[in-house]
Antibody, heavy 124, light 107 residues
Framework: QVTLRESGPALVKPTQTLTLTCTLS??????????MSWVRQPPGKALEWLAL???????YYTESLRTRLTISKDTSKNQVVLTMTNMDPVDTATYYC????????????????WGQGTMVTVSS | DIQMTQSPSTLAASVGDRVTITCRAS??????LAWYQQKPGKAPKLLIY???ILESGVPSRFSGSGSGTEFTLTISSLQTDDFATYYC?????????FGGGTKVESK
């Protein structure tokens, strides 16, 4: 069964660094054609794409948060990790990891599998 | 960034109704458009990708169409399980962007 599970702190203080982990089951983060992404959703608001990492370790970030985000893979643990520095209350959100489908031409497609999300509150 | 604008933001409908949700892109995304369904407290679920291709396991009452900048999600006969919020998303260009969502609620 293919699943994703996010984990991380439920509460962080302003200016701290957030580290979130997405643990993959049923498939390998190092497999060819594997693309993983992070998306967040503030309470009552829309979804916001944050970052992705592909099977060649290429990384892409949303420009507005580029300087604060780092996405990486831990192949030994079959995990994808997102760090976000200098957290602010506006970063309070549910953070999701998702697997991006790759089509037959090698192009990135839709977000086909999602984790259940982890809620992060930023407050002193 | 490509802006995705959904309308309406809220839609009241009854079981059996035909429901149509519109999504407009600020520039052409060709057919690189997906639709997701999200229920309260749950992760989004992929319904349609490449503008009109139904994801495996998704009921055939859902359909998608479009023309590069204007896209439509249609539910042919609304079921109880379909009351949820729906999001469109373009993945033509970075950053991938989502619409603001359309909440389908009971009339």
């Amino acid at each position: 069964q293919v699943t994703l599970r996010e984990s991380g702190p439920a509460l962080v203080k302003p200016t701290q660094t957030l580290t979130l982990t997405c643990t993959l089951s049923g498939f390998s983060v190092s497999a060819s054609g594997m693309v993983m992404s992070w998306v967040r959703q503030p309470p009552g608001k829309a979804l916001e794409w944050l970052a992705l990492i592909d099977w060649e370790d290429d990384k892409y970030y949303t420009e507005s948060l580029r300087t604060r985000l780092t996405i990486s893979k831990d192949t030994s643990k079959n995990q994808v990790v997102l760090t976000m520095t200098n957290m602010d209350p506006v970063d309070t959100a549910t953070y999701y990891c998702a697997r991006i489908r790759v089509d037959t031409s090698g192009s990135f497609d839709a977000f086909e599998i999602w984790g259940q999300g982890t809620m992060v509150t930023v407050s002193s | 960034d490509i802006q995705m604008t959904q309308s309406p933001s809220t839609l009241a409908a009854s079981v059996g109704d035909r429901v149509t949700i519109t999504c407009r892109a600020s520039q052409s995304v060709y057919d690189w458009l997906a639709w997701y369904q999200q229920k309260p407290g749950k992760a989004p679920k992929l319904l349609i990708y490449k503008e009109s291709i139904l994801e495996s396991g998704v009921p055939s009452r859902f359909s998608g169409s479009g023309s590069g900048t204007e896209f439509t999600l249609t539910i042919s006969s609304l079921q109880t399980d379909d009351f949820a919020t729906y999001y469109c998303q373009q993945y033509r260009r970075y950053p991938f962007t989502f619409g603001g969502g359309t909440k389908v609620e009971s009339k």
